[in-house]
């Protein structure tokens, strides 16, 4: 069956813009995570969600935001884009909550600010 | 809070060489370990899994890790290193009795396979 699929695949902004990225789970798989990846900070996440609501999130400022929708698919949201904010987001799906050993990866979104 | 240590950012070895990736944890409770390999402008692969059952866990491309409670660690070896090996791997720990999806991670080890 399909993998995690993210889309855009790469996205140039410019300071001060939003930005949705999207998050296709795999089939049958009911919780999304994000997670940010940076070479100063590595890999660190942002939220989880499952049934259409966020159970966890990361030490992120407000300009973060994500939701998820009935079909498990999720957006996640940066408004006010900062330089810093370059990076490359992850989306990874797993079949339930409490499941982590399920949870695969997909491609990512390359985000460049300038 | 959970933490993982992956002692070496950069590690060299000769193609047909042994691979040892270094990964310490630091858990209050009984973790699952993973390891991802990423390969340049793509996303994170699984190698492998402990999931609290065998403490030796095999996984794909002829890796495997050993989960030592005693010393926290669930180092990455593969007995013959390949070309194709050359990447960066990441150690990640996760709680599986908190119910969340979290995954802390490792900085990461970039492996170079010199032939």
């Known amino acids: 069956k399909a993998g995690v699929t993210q889309t855009p695949r790469y996205l140039i902004k410019t300071r001060g813009q939003q930005v949705t990225l999207s998050c296709s789970p795999i089939?049958?798989?009911?919780?999304v995570s994000w997670y940010q990846q940076t070479p100063g900070q590595g890999l660190q996440f942002l939220f989880e969600?499952?049934?259409?609501?966020?159970?966890n999130k990361g030490n992120f400022p407000g300009r973060f935001s994500g939701r998820q929708f009935s079909n498990s698919r999720s957006e996640m949201n940066v408004s006010t884009l900062e330089l810093g904010d370059s990076a490359l987001y992850l989306c990874?799906?797993?079949?339930?909550?409490?499941?982590?050993?399920?949870?695969?990866f997909g491609p990512g979104t390359r985000l460049l600010v300038l | 809070a959970q933490s993982v240590t992956q002692l070496g950012s950069h590690v060299s070895v000769s193609e047909g060489a042994l691979v040892l990736l270094r990964c310490n944890y630091s858990s209050s409770v009984p973790p699952y370990l993973f390891w991802y390999v990423q390969y340049p402008n793509q996303g994170l692969q699984l190698l492998l899994k402990?999931?609290?059952?065998?403490?030796l866990v095999k996984g794909i491309n002829g890796f495997e890790a050993e989960f030592k409670k005693s010393e926290t660690s669930f180092h990455l070896t593969k007995p013959s290193a390949h070309m194709s090996d050359a990447a960066e791997y990441f150690c990640?720990?996760?709680?599986?009795?908190?119910?969340?999806?979290?995954?802390?991670f490792g900085k990461g080890t970039k492996l170079t396979v010199n032939p």
């Open positions: 402990y999931t609290s059952a065998a403490t």
């Open positions: 089939s049958g798989h009911r919780s």
């Open positions: 990640a720990v996760s709680d599986p009795q908190g119910g969340s999806e979290k995954l802390v």
């Open positions: 969600y499952f049934s259409e609501t966020q159970r």
């Open positions: 990874a799906s797993s079949r339930d909550r409490g499941h982590i050993e399920t949870q695969y």
